[in-house]
T-cell receptor, first 113, second 113 residues
Framework: EAQVTQNPRYLITVTGKKLTVTCSQN?????MSWYRQDPGLGLRQIYY???????DKGDVPEGYKVSRKEKRNFPLILESPSPNQTSLYFC????????????FGAGTRLSVL | AQKVTQAQTEISVVEKEDVTLDCVYE???????LFWYKQPPSGELVFLIR??????QNEISGRYSWNFQKSTSSFNFTITASQVVDSAVYFC??????????FGSGTKLNVKP
């Protein structure tokens, strides 16, 4: 089954404790992206990757890191999480960037205390 | 600047009523794509439609229809004869030449029986 898999689905952590949210897709997609969803703000793009080893900032990259060492994986790293990073996070992938339909993971709900 | 505005935060209708969700976008790009996504209460994001900037034809898919007007920078979504299963948050999104995605803040649709 074609899918985007995010783990974990739920995470509660404390300020400053490094964490990684994994994202994997099995559709051989070139483009992958991370978003955060906050009430009243919709989805905002954090980082995106056009291909392996190519990443770029979205609208809200501060406090986040990503890496794209393999086509299928695109982990989101929070080196020192803060309470303002409490949010619902979505990973997405598409065949390419412009024009293509994005397929989303189920989401990761993160709480930073 | 790229921006998507969904001015309707929440709409409530009674089943079988028609409802239109508004989407206004801003971009200086000549080539861009517009999307609508649905987020039901279960939380996943479901693709509904994609439209490119050169195709202003309206589209109908069952009870759903979309009206794209470049002159007013709008891409509105109409649900005819709404059903309870249409209750969800609907997002409009813009994808531009730089491969970034911009989402609106979403419109929550409540369809009451």
């Amino acid at each position: 089954e074609a899918q985007v898999t995010q783990n974990p689905r739920y995470l509660i952590t404390v300020t400053g404790k490094k964490l990684t949210v994994t994202c994997s897709q099995n559709m051989n997609h070139e483009y992958m992206s991370w978003y955060r969803q906050d009430p009243g703000l919709g989805l905002r793009q954090i980082y995106y990757s056009m291909n392996v080893e190519v990443t770029d900032k979205g609208d809200v990259p501060e406090g986040y890191k990503v890496s794209r060492k393999e086509k299928r994986n695109f982990p989101l790293i929070l080196e020192s999480p803060s309470p303002n990073q409490t949010s619902l996070y979505f990973c997405a992938s598409s065949l390419q960037g412009l024009e293509n339909i994005q397929y989303f993971g189920a989401g990761t709900r993160l709480s930073v205390l | 600047a790229q921006k998507v505005t969904q001015a309707q935060t929440e709409i409530s209708v009674v089943e079988k009523e028609d409802v239109t969700l508004d989407c206004v976008y801003e971009t200086r790009d000549t080539t861009y794509y517009l999307f609508w996504y649905k987020q039901p209460p279960s939380g996943e994001l479901v693709f509904l439609i994609r439209r490119n900037s050169f195709d202003e034809q309206n589209e109908i898919s069952g009870r759903y229809s979309w009206n794209f007007q470049k002159s007013t920078s709008s891409f509105n979504f109409t649900i005819t004869a709404s059903q309870v299963v249409d209750s969800a948050v609907y997002f409009c999104a813009l994808n531009n030449n730089f491969n970034k995605f911009y989402f609106g803040s979403g419109t929550k649709l409540n369809v009451k029986p």
